[in-house]
């Protein structure tokens, strides 16, 4: 296959060749998917995982000017603010604010989060004995709730599910031993179907989603490590590509599942592709918003782009970058969603509204979130770098060619972070490549549409399209039988 090198993912001898001791595969990979075929991208060969000096010199380069202007932007906010507004913040909890109607009826705040194992424990337990009284109970509007998913070394991951009745199939089979591999039936469930958020946001972004796909989906929308309500462990080493792309493997198992549909946006669309390259199978659909494959994106680099990503210098000044995103109560966002704002062109009018930006300022103001936030961006560009070792596990799965993965790539015209010529990384990368797009190299089961007035906040910008064209794609696109 052109452009491509296929080998089997199975343990090889290094010195049978030399071309091929370096598709050599891990233990956690074997036992994942051990005979699976693995297909590099050879035209990303071109594109190194770690920039090394020159990235370096590149960074040190731009951080000094980059650096000045955030100095002045929050000494601009400290003199105009005061320093009482400036270093205030008001502790929100998530139990006292109020959801829309269409995800919680009458609009009921959530409840304080439990164990996942609690949860799914008590589900089983309404089920079995609604079966043994003959049926009945269940019925009614489905209950949303909070969990904590424990995805190991520690971590804790805070997601909004919808608990499921007496009468659901997902209760009827939910793993209530806390297994991850077995659940306590094998009664029919619904697919799973995870979601994971971008930067600065949380589980909430996914809102419309969570209520559009309930009947159909065990929809699960998490707070990924760091933001909101989730652990946030220590150390920029804590928010690697490694790390987050097992945290994905492991809500999936914790859930009772194995494969999942999968649904990203920006930060967690770079983590999606990552996930659905290194555990082959995990993934049975890839729905990524402005959701950059990271190879793709390092290859499409030039001075626009790297003018629309000047923040990612910006986010690595300590403590003053965590100042800009929570000074005057987070303010923060409201520069970037609320209407009249400086940027508000580039969101639709009503796409976060004050009731939207409490939930997301609790989100941001928990305690260190800002700093785990920014952590991403810093694990990020260290590695590029190459002040930080980059996983070879990552650096394989990034050079994965997707070929059977059905993608639904969605992009805003308007995106002022992520330009569309995100799509079209590989144009001018590695000989015999000719015109070929990068998006199609590394997932030729792609779809992609760009929305002409959106920005990059498409799940609130273009909410009646965007629903549309999911509920086509997904129609379009069955899940496979040992999916459902």
Known sequence: MRNTRRVTEQLLDPHSSPALSRERVSAPQQ????????????????????????GLLLCAAAAPPVWAVLAAILARELAARGPGVFFSSRHRRLEDLPLPPALSPGGAPLGPPVPLREALSAEAAEAAA?????????GGEPRLMRVMIDVGGGVRLHAVRYAASASSPTAASSPASGSASSPTSAGPRKPLMLMLHGFPECWYSWRDQLAAFRDEYEVVAVDMRGFGWSDKPAGVGAYGLEALSEDVKAVVGALGYSSCTLLAHDWGGVVAWAAAGRYPGLCDRLVALAAPHWLLYKSNWGPEQALRSAYFITFQAPWAAEALLTHSDAHFLEGLWAPGADTAPRTAAGAVTRQDMEVYKAALLQP????AALNYYRALLRGDVGLRPVSPEVDRALRRRLAELPVLVVWGEQDHALGVGNLRGLEQVGAGVGNLRGLEQVAPRAEVHVLPGVSHWIQGDARAPLAALMADWLARHPLPPQAR
């Open 31 to 54: 036992l994942y998917a051990a005979e699976t075929v693995y297909e590099r991208v050879e035209a990303l060969d071109a594109v190194p995982t770690v920039s090394g000096l020159r």
């Open 130 to 138: 609604a079966g043994g009284a003959g049926g009945g109970g269940g």
């Open 368 to 371: 260190g979130a800002a700093t």
